[in-house]
């Protein structure tokens, strides 16, 4: 049996233009971000000049208006890019997703004005973005947050500390929900905080069981003062905006997570064609060739689910159950296709000497991220029967 790597995945995308930018995603990915990966990874270094490279490339801005420097890309095009970068780095991939939904805000809320001010820079200007809703007590139950802001005359101070938040301490402007009213999810309100703002820090990263390449802080505000200018949408409106941004969000973790498998995959299946055992490639051994089809049919499902929903979210129609079961189903699988690849590898598998056993490590974090699974099946749930009786 040849020994050969599995060809790239046969994408059918919409346009020309989509193609032509696919050729370019697969040269960056080929050039500039599978290289260093296996190296930075286990090294814990953050690839920030990669990302300068992705900006000037046009990919951090893909989803959003080409009049403020975006892509003007459906996000059917935008997500198969984060699955291809996923693939060979989930770091860049993950990265890519997190400043995308750090932008969505401004983007989607923000003025003519705060647009034409701030987007040029954040979409193709080199800058990194951070989305900070969770803090320390308020994970799942995101409405609970405490961070204030306080307003005095044309502006606000905020105090409080963010939890988990993705290019915490290195992004350069930082998406926070900040509660100026009361209790609950009406109390919240939006602002865009640049990330040099004075009484603004970072704690030390989190120690990580994977996605070491990828910083993950608690942000500190300390008083931190902005003009009313920065405020996103109506005072009230922040909550809603987080969810709006979670929905889209979530089909890009969902991408990320069909990356990681289809990397995973891919590795599986090259090493049963090269690893010979009782005479012959365990590639020819039916169990094995099971679980292999196994692997690649839950990438093509959930390759098809997070496409589904894209294209409902181009057309304009609801898609926030749709994206839940994309992220539910897609990180549900990688975890599984992960533990399946390092299984088919054996010892080798469970060694830094090979790519699955870091895969494995980097699925674990796509269950929890953007709202865990079991968020998503209440989410998805609520869809079906309508809110819980209290």
Known sequence: MPDRRPTPVDRPLPTAEARELMTLVRAIVRREVAPPAADEEEAGRFPRELFTLLSASGLL???????????????????????????????????????????????????????????????????????????????????ALRTRAVREGDHWVITGTKAWITHGGIADFYT???????????????????????????ATPERKMGLKGSPTAQVHFDGVRIPDARRIGDEGQGFAIALAALDSGRLGIAACAVGLAQAALDEAVAWARRRRQFGRPIADFQGLRFLLADMATRIEA????????????????????????AKLHCTDAAMQ????????????????????????????????????????????????LGPETR
């Open 302 to 325: 959930g390759r098809a689910l997070y496409l589904a929903a894209a294209r409902l979210r181009d057309a304009g129609r609801p898609f926030a159950g749709q994206a839940a079961m």
């Open 61 to 143: 801005g893909l989803p959003y208006d080409s009049a403020y420097g975006g892509g003007d890309q459906p996000y059917e095009v935008y997500l198969q890019v984060l699955e291809e970068l996923a693939a060979a780095r989930l770091t860049v991939g993950l990265g890519v997703s997190v400043h995308t939904l750090a932008a969505y805000a401004l983007a989607a809320h923000g003025t003519r004005e705060q647009r034409a001010a701030h987007l040029p820079d954040m979409l193709g200007g080199g800058l990194l973005g951070a989305y900070c809703l969770s803090e320390p007590s308020a994970g799942s139950d995101a409405a």
């Open 176 to 202: 926070v929900m900040a509660r100026t009213g009361g209790e609950g999810a009406a109390g919240i309100t939006a602002f865009l905080v640049p990330g040099d703002a004075e009484g603004l820090s970072a």
């Open 337 to 384: 296709i992960t533990t399946d690849a390092v299984q088919v590898l054996g010892g080798y598998g469970y060694t830094a000497d090979f790519p699955v056993e870091r895969y494995l490590r980097e699925a674990k974090v796509l269950q929890i991220v953007e709202g865990t699974n079991q968020i998503q099946r209440m989410v998805i749930a609520r869809h079906l």
